[in-house]
């Protein structure tokens, strides 16, 4: 590639290799003129290296203050509702000060052929040893049926080889899955007094406790090898045992900081469990994509010759402001969660955000004065072998001969990657979203009781639960109204969409009810056509006809549907907002109309591929030995809108650097195409680099032993794996080379942006 005939560094009118003494060192300890004006981010960078001790000794202190008065103020975990009527629902009882028990399930099945309940005194011996040892239990165990007891039938299968004894864990929904501890090992003793039947407990609760034990176990494994894994992705990418460490230390400060945060957060703020984890995850990926990108163009800056201060100066200007800009997208993109008004997404965006937001402020001042701080001697405990070569920063030969033949022929390489791209998005066109019964791996003995259960009772009725409050709630009307209930369970029968018996509750002194109200099917598509029945027809003319009161329904069929219809009705909101703002920032950095546009698409080519992905993987059932899950025919309701913001943002932390690289050039005054070519060969390693140690960050999810989780990561890994390598290295390069000096447009009346237009390209 011809070399360009300036080397002034965009909007600073600065040589980027010129070593004036008035230049050579603003950036290093001691200048007593200070940098001279340049961009935000550069003055912030020269500030911090001039006072090198106090950004780095600062930064620290800020990590440990915000730590302890973590720790001092502790963790209040405010209730996380669901969406809709449920969430409604949710909210009244917690405001009545009433819990919702969780119903717990103990199959007793026979193990022997011709034995049924009526005829094997031991299956009827353990159904009494349940109740007794349940009843010992006031505090982990109420309301226990029997099959033993009047009206106790329907607690039998139809072929008799089946019983259920059945009770509820009272609590807080966030203490159940404790709580339910003595009942599980209690049932356990039983069912080791009785080797010839099977005993085994399922249900919310025991589900609950199984699913926080694998997924602690498997974050706490995850937590211990991601660091290394982490450090010896770096020490290959750097060379040098103490430049690998470098983005170590942000990242895991920003981590940190962030959950410390969190801490304070969730004193008003709901904060669900799960949130951490995903901080983890992403505080780990960005904190080293961006110390990757900082680090790597000093390097290169120094290895062309410049001082310590100049190539400082430079990455400041150029890989710096590249931070700012993608870590704001991230952000913004992230927002976007805020829109779906699901609970549990809240706490995440609180979270990533903040960690990424500590990322960005670590980078543009702590960053900085470490660098200056260590000169030269970030470079020491070099790797043999290949730890020089790793150390000189070179720009990508493979990547230049790529960038070369794509420029050459860009509708033949555009064409092509686009083509394979929407091949691999066709399969999430046929996308279904929903939720499992019981996210658990198939040896998991939970799913196991609970897939039993459902075979041997199918036609067990999903219940329904409606909160009702209001003024006399004990009055005529009201009782004409259960009354009205009851009679259409018992008048519809088995092929109306509600079931008897319709029970009353009166909890929190008199102050509401709990109407339990059985809905016929087993789950899925059956119960929610009898959800709407309920909801549209049953009780508007029933309940709806009392004046005074109001009502809500909640329950596992109403809590699924209402959260899976939540994030259905906001998902086009959600991609509408965060593109909108993705191309109002970009258009800012850029100073370009059409780059926005290009990198929305690109990025959407990127998130449409890993749905494909999934959808293949998960939803059709492919690899499930390998990968070790059991596929309910569909992808976990949440996984799909969370993988959009959090791709969109992430992505755009690889666009941006390339986009800002080859900005740079020509703004240098290279033609649109040689800048094209030595901005990917210069910047595309890098990127692949950090998209390398991303994915290997990301595949720690496809390792935990939860669907849902296994989905996100698998996801996640392929589709920033796709975005570093075809998206950034053939379609990107393609697109801008049809687009030629296009790619600069700015209308007129858009000229009072900040920055400087780029005028026509060199005749070369």
């Known amino acids: 590639m011809r070399q360009p005939r300036s080397s002034v560094l965009p909007e600073t009118g600065q040589s980027s290799h010129e070593h004036h003494p008035d230049h050579a060192g603003s950036l290093g300890p001691g ?21 090198r001790k106090t950004a780095v000794f600062g930064w620290l202190a800020l990590v440990a203050v915000v730590f302890v008065a973590g720790q001092m ?61 349940l009843s010992g239990l006031p505090n982990a165990a109420a309301d226990i049926r029997s099959p033993l007891e009047p009206g106790g039938s329907s607690l039998v299968s139809a072929d008799g080889r089946s019983a259920l004894v059945t009770f509820q864990v009272p609590g807080a929904a966030a203490d159940q899955a404790a709580a339910v501890a003595p009942a599980l090992r209690a049932v356990a003793t039983v069912a080791a007094s009785q080797p010839g039947l099977r005993i085994a407990e399922g249900g919310d609760a025991s589900a ?15 937590e211990a090898t991601s660091v290394p894994i982490t450090l010896v992705l770096l020490l290959a990418v750097f060379g040098a045992l103490v430049a690998a460490g470098i983005p170590l230390l942000l990242a895991i400060t920003s981590v940190v900081t962030a959950l410390s945060l969190l801490t304070v957060i969730s004193r008003w703020l709901p904060v669900g469990s799960n949130t951490s984890e995903v901080v983890l995850i992403i505080g780990m990926a960005v904190g080293i994509d961006y110390s990757l990108f900082y680090l790597r163009r000093e390097r290169e800056e120094r290895a062309k010759g410049a001082s310590a201060g100049q190539a400082l100066r430079t990455a400041a200007a150029t890989s710096g402001r590249a931070i700012a800009v993608s870590g704001l997208t991230v952000m913004i993109a992230l927002a976007g969660l805020f829109l779906t008004g699901y609970d549990v997404f809240s706490g995440i965006a609180l979270g990533t955000i903040a960690v990424v937001g500590v990322a960005v402020a670590g980078s543009l001042t702590m960053l900085p004065a470490l660098l200056s701080w ?19 920063a070179r720009p990508s030969r493979a990547w230049a001969v790529l960038a070369r033949q794509v420029v050459r022929r860009p509708l033949l390489w555009g064409g092509a990657a686009a083509i394979a791209l929407l091949v691999l998005a066709a399969p999430a066109l046929g996308m279904r979203i929903g939720e499992p019964a019981v996210d658990l791996p198939a040896s998991s003995p939970v799913l196991q009781t609970v897939d039993r259960i459902q075979q041997a009772f199918p036609q067990t ?48 002194s008199g102050r509401g009810l709990i109407v339990d109200i059985p809905l016929a099917g087993s789950g899925g598509s059956v119960s929610e056509g009898n959800l709407f029945a309920l909801r549209g027809q049953i009780l508007p003319a029933t309940l709806g006809k009392v004046s005074g009161i109001s009502y809500a329904v909640s329950g596992d069929t109403a809590n699924s549907y209402d959260d899976t219809a939540a994030i259905h009705a906001s998902t086009l909101v959600v991609f509408a907002f965060v593109a909108v703002l993705a191309f109002l920032l970009l258009l800012a950095a850029f100073r370009s109309v059409t780059l926005p546009l290009v990198s929305i698409v690109l990025n959407l080519l990127s998130v449409g591929a890993g749905y494909g992905l999934i959808t293949l993987i998960f939803q059709d059932g492919r690899l499930q030995h390998l990968l070790g899950y059991t596929s309910f025919g569909g992808i976990v309701f949440w996984v799909p809108l969370f993988m959009f913001v959090l791709l969109f943002g992430l992505s755009m932390d690889y666009h941006v650097f390339i986009l800002s690289r080859i900005r740079e050039l020509r703004s240098r005054g290279e033609t649109t195409r040689n ?40 996801g996640l890994a392929a589709a920033v794996l796709i975005d570093a390598t075809v998206v950034r290295g053939i379609l990107l390069p393609a697109a801008m080379t049809l687009l030629g000096e296009r790619c600069w447009y700015l209308p007129r009346w858009l000229s009072w942006l900040p920055g400087r237009r780029l005028g026509p390209a060199p005749a070369h």
């Open 73 to 133: 103020l502790g963790t209040k975990s405010l209730p996380v509702y669901d969406a809709g009527q449920s969430g409604q629902a949710e909210q009244t009882l917690h405001r009545l000060g009433v819990a919702a028990p969780a119903v717990e399930d103990v199959l007793i099945q026979t193990r022997g052929a011709g034995q049924t309940f009526a005829s094997d005194p031991a299956m009827r011996q353990a159904a009494r040893q349940l109740v007794a040892v």
């Open 374 to 392: 260590l000169g030269p001697r970030a470079d020491r405990g070099r790797i043999p072998f290949f730890g020089c070569r790793r150390t000189a």
């Open 461 to 508: 009725p999903s219940p329904a639960q409606v909160v009702v409050t209001g003024t006399d709630l004990t009055g005529p009307a009201m009782q004409h109204a259960i009354g009205a209930l009851q009679a259409r369970a018992s008048a519809d029968g088995p092929a109306g969409p509600i079931r008897e018996p319709v029970t009353v509750i009166p909890v929190a």
């Open 675 to 714: 800048a094209i070519v030595g901005g990917i060969s210069s910047s595309a390693g890098v990127v692949t680099s950090a998209a390398v140690i991303m994915v290997a960050v990301f595949s720690i999810l496809a390792t935990l032993p939860i669907v849902d989780t296994k989905t996100l990561g698998i």
């Open 208 to 222: 609950g406790r199984a699913i926080n034990a694998l997924l602690n176990s498997g974050f706490r494994r995850a």
């Open 31 to 51: 200048d007593p003129r200070g940098s001279p004006p340049g961009p935000f981010v550069q003055r912030i960078a020269g500030w911090s290296a001039r006072h």
